[in-house]
């Protein structure tokens, strides 16, 4: 089993639409929870970050986590073209981050 | 704050040859990471230092790798005797001790082994 795993897409979401993204970890113990963007080319970018179960919004972010069902999500609401991207999660083990492969996402004009 | 720096952007070499690559990371960050990502896949741990000392360096990482980080500022990742399946982008990022692990990436280097 993987530790850290993502549909790896691609997803693809008509423009102003709601994209949704999943992801769930094997380690129980894991303590931090991370979205990255990579476009194409470029290294990661961290958008959002969360440590504790429920919710939190940042603009047209808003990610959620579910430590018992170990399970972490990314909404992007009103997505725009430039939101297509890979977005990877990443989850802390032992002070370092470990990453899923990515979901490639699409937006749809 | 000028972000993470890292040279060259694009490094093409011979089977065979060594190569040495270089990460400045955010001046006030006293932690570095090096990742490695193909493509398709997600980075992959290498190993990582805080401040001049490399604390841990992952399983899969051959021999011929080595990392230095001299001074607890810049650091060095060398492979030797490259193969081709070294090619790859090798990422550099830095964090701060207790910012729970929000890792900043530089640009990588894009290492092509012929």
């Known amino acids: 089993q993987k530790e850290v795993e993502q549909n790896s897409g691609p997803l693809s979401v008509p423009e102003g639409a709601i994209a949704s993204l999943n992801c769930t970890y094997s380690d129980r113990g894991s303590q931090s929870f991370f979205w990255y963007r990579q476009y194409s080319g470029k290294s990661p970018e961290l958008i959002m970050f969360i440590y504790s179960n429920g919710d939190k919004e940042d603009g047209r972010f808003t990610a959620q986590l579910n430590k018992a069902s170990q399970y972490v999500s990314l909404l992007i609401r009103d997505s725009q073209p430039s939101d297509s991207a890979t977005y990877l999660c990443?989850?802390?083990?032992?002070?370092?981050?470990?990453f899923g492969t990515g979901t490639r996402l699409t937006i749809i004009p | 704050d000028t972000g993470v720096s890292q040279n060259p952007r694009h490094k093409i070499t011979k089977r065979g040859q060594n190569v040495t690559f270089r990460c400045d990371p955010i001046s006030e960050h006293n932690r570095l990471y090096w990742y490695r990502q193909t493509l398709g896949q997600g980075p992959e741990f290498l190993t990582y230092?805080?401040?001049?000392?490399?604390?841990?360096k992952s399983r899969l990482l051959s021999d011929r790798f080595s990392a230095e980080r001299p001074k607890g500022s810049f650091s060095t990742l060398e492979i030797q005797r490259t193969e081709q399946g070294d090619s790859a982008m090798y990422l550099c990022?830095?964090?701060?001790?207790?910012?729970?692990?929000?890792?900043?990436f530089g640009s990588g280097t894009q290492l092509s082994v012929l």
């Open positions: 230092f805080q401040n001049e000392a490399q604390l841990e």
């Open positions: 990443a989850v802390t083990g032992n002070e370092k981050l470990t």
């Open positions: 990022a830095s964090s701060l001790t207790g910012g729970n692990e929000k890792l900043f």
